[in-house]
């Protein structure tokens, strides 16, 4: 009994590390706030961070039951030799987990004092992809909070090495 147990435990925790931006990539985590109705995810500090430090953002809004985020989260960690150093030299990268049952008219975004739903805060920073939202969808700022790419979202994103190095270096 105790021995199943101790392997139910230790289940539970290799999926919950298994799940997310690898630890290689030194993710920082915004939480959401608010209701079940609405999440809400306060940019201000990632913004602040990135200013202080003169580096650019790499958010990435994952779903703790979405498959393609855990494909890409595999990629990366598979790749984390080869890729993490050149996140570090540029990005901080920071990681906003949901579930797929959050959809675009429950996700809020907050900068500063002003917090808006998905579509408004697309619109907002001049991201030509206002859509459906799909998981995984990735954002690459400045410090101000403007767009340096459109970026793709969704399954087959970034799914080699070079293509995520031609994303990490803005390459259109």
């Known amino acids: 009994m105790r021995r199943r147990l101790f392997l139910l435990i230790a289940f539970a925790v290799t999926q919950a590390r298994a799940m997310g931006m690898p630890a290689r990539y030194s993710p920082t985590e915004i939480r959401p706030t608010g209701t079940p109705q609405r999440w809400e995810f306060d940019l201000s ?23 393609f985020c855990r494909k890409y ?10 890729l993490a150093p050149h996140f570090a030299k540029d990005w901080i990268v920071f990681e906003m987990r949901a579930n797929l049952s959050v959809q675009a008219d429950r ?13 408004e805060f697309m619109r907002a920073i001049g991201d030509e992809r206002v859509r459906q939202l799909v998981y995984p969808s990735v954002w690459l ?4 909070g403007k767009p340096l790419m459109q970026m793709p979202a969704g399954t087959g994103t970034f799914e080699t090495v ?11």
């Not at 990632?46 to 202080?52: D, G, H, I």
């Not at 996700?107 to 739903?117: E, M, N, S, T, V």
């Not at 700022?141 to 101000?144: K, N, P, S, V």
């Open 45 to 67: 500090p990632a913004l602040e961070r990135a200013r202080r430090e003169r580096k650019r953002l790499y958010l990435y809004l994952s779903a703790s039951d979405c498959p």
């Open 73 to 82: 989260e595999a990629f990366l960690d598979k790749n984390a030799a080869e």
């Open 107 to 119: 996700l809020w975004f907050r900068i500063g004092d002003k917090a808006l739903p998905y579509a």
């Open 141 to 144: 700022l400045d410090g101000q």
């Open 162 to 172: 070079p293509e995520q190095l031609e994303i990490l270096r803005l390459e259109q």
